[in-house]
């Protein structure tokens, strides 16, 4: 039951919305809002807050909440007949009291299960039955664990296939400071470019102007190293080949009526998604898709960033 839960809270978040904390006994945690089912807040043992949220975020539905991760499903970015990213982000999910068992059952304690399903009125927009779950777990270590459950639960005999992200805002102390490790030598989209299709060159991305990258079937683990704080981020997935890379600069910035001008400095959105070759699913079928991140101090080697140690350690 989940009040008997000491590691989950369910209470009340900005503008009386609905939302959940989930606390390690170390002190990391994690908010997750019913809204959207958006992981706003993720805090490692020393209460440093990890994801990024916009100091301008209106927390208004149904308009999604600017930062942390937002859920873009049955569609990411523009691609298709619906609003951008999709409508699960901007939809009231609910606690899933008693979900299907995971295959693997690990021993977390800090998790919630979150549902979403078709509507009436989405089905005007969007015309399948379907199950969207939402796994949201802390590990011991403080790794937040995302997993995600969507079946097709049509009942006139007809497919699906959708697109996927988990739209994730990495707080950064600079910019201009950090290194993405593990999405060299990839062929990406660049949205900026009509979605023309490039080859990365030479070393690890680097930032110094707007960027806005589809990565194709990259690897399973990725890093983000944010220099000045010493700090890597390591990414792990499962079942979403793609990663997008995102940070709007100065001018976009100005534009977005709920983004900070110089929050650009701050985030970067690293995004791990099902885009290029969209899911298909026949009825009773399910898809499942995993991501893991965890914050692990930076090493340094002769003055240089050594993002070996993070990469390719764990
Ligand atoms: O991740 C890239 C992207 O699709 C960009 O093109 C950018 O617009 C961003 O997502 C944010 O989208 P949003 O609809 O949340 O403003």
């Given at each position: 039951?989940?009040?008997?839960?000491?590691?989950?809270?369910?209470?009340?978040?900005?503008?009386?919305?609905?939302k959940?904390?989930?606390?390690?006994?170390?002190g990391?945690?994690?908010?997750?809002?019913?809204?959207?089912?958006?992981?706003?807040s993720?805090?490692n043992?020393?209460?440093?807050?990890?994801?990024f949220?916009?100091?301008?975020?209106?927390?208004?539905?149904?308009?999604?909440?600017?930062?942390?991760?937002?859920?873009?499903?049955?569609?990411?970015?523009?691609?298709?007949?619906?609003?951008?990213?999709?409508?699960?982000?901007?939809?009231?999910?609910?606690?899933?009291?008693d979900?299907?068992?995971?295959?693997?059952n690990?021993s977390h304690?800090a998790?919630?299960?979150l549902?979403?399903?078709?509507?009436?009125?989405?089905?005007?927009?969007?015309?399948?039955?379907?199950?969207?779950?939402?796994?949201?777990?802390?590990?011991?270590?403080?790794?937040l664990?995302?997993?995600?459950?969507?079946?097709?639960?049509?009942?006139?005999?007809?497919?699906?296939?959708?697109?996927?992200?988990?739209?994730?805002y990495?707080?950064?102390?600079?910019?201009?400071?950090?290194?993405?490790?593990?999405?060299?030598?990839?062929?990406?989209?660049?949205?900026?470019?009509?979605?023309e299709?490039?080859?990365?060159?030479?070393?690890?991305?680097?930032?110094?102007?707007?960027?806005?990258?589809?990565?194709?079937?990259?690897?399973?683990?990725?890093?983000?190293?944010?220099?000045?704080?010493?700090?890597?981020?390591?990414?792990?997935?499962?079942?979403?080949?793609?990663?997008?890379?995102?940070?709007p600069?100065?001018?976009?910035?100005?534009a977005?009526?709920?983004?900070?001008?110089?929050?650009?400095?701050h985030?970067?959105?690293?995004?791990?998604?099902?885009?290029?070759?969209?899911?298909?699913?026949?009825?009773?079928?399910?898809?499942?898709?995993?991501?893991e991140?965890?914050?692990?101090?930076?090493?340094?080697?002769s003055?240089?960033?050594?993002?070996?140690?993070?990469?390719?350690?764990?």
């Amino acid at each position: 039951m989940m009040s008997e839960n000491v590691h989950i809270e369910l209470c009340k978040g900005v503008n009386g919305l609905d939302k959940a904390i989930l606390r390690e006994i170390r002190g990391c945690s994690a908010e997750v809002y019913l809204n959207g089912g958006q992981v706003t807040s993720w805090k490692n043992e020393f209460r440093e807050q990890l994801l990024f949220l916009s100091s301008k975020a209106t927390f208004k539905p149904p308009n999604a909440i600017r930062g942390g991760i937002q859920i873009c499903f049955p569609q990411f970015g523009t691609i298709g007949s619906l609003e951008q990213h999709g409508f699960a982000r901007n939809r009231l999910w609910s606690v899933d009291p008693d979900p299907p068992p995971f295959p693997s059952n690990t021993s977390h304690r800090a998790f919630i299960d979150l549902i979403l399903g078709h509507s009436e009125e989405d089905v005007k927009i969007w015309p399948h039955r379907y199950e969207c779950r939402l796994r949201v777990a802390l590990g011991p270590g403080g790794d937040l664990m995302l997993t995600s459950r969507i079946r097709n639960t049509n009942t006139d005999g007809k497919s699906f296939s959708f697109t996927f992200a988990y739209h994730t805002y990495f707080s950064v102390t600079d910019i201009s400071e950090v290194r993405v490790e593990g999405l060299e030598t990839l062929d990406y989209l660049d949205n900026l470019k009509n979605r023309e299709r490039f080859t990365e060159q030479g070393d690890a991305l680097t930032f110094e102007s707007e960027v806005d990258k589809v990565y194709l079937g990259a690897p399973t683990k990725i890093a983000i190293l944010d220099h000045e704080r010493k700090r890597t981020y390591v990414l792990r997935k499962d079942g979403l080949p793609d990663v997008v890379v995102w940070n709007p600069w100065d001018k976009k910035a100005k534009a977005m009526a709920d983004f900070g001008d110089d929050d650009y400095k701050h985030m970067l959105c690293v995004t791990a998604a099902c885009v290029e070759k969209p899911v298909t699913l026949k009825p009773g079928e399910e898809w499942k898709g995993r991501l893991e991140i965890s914050a692990v101090p930076s090493s340094y080697c002769s003055g240089q960033l050594d993002p070996r140690r993070a990469l390719f350690s764990g």
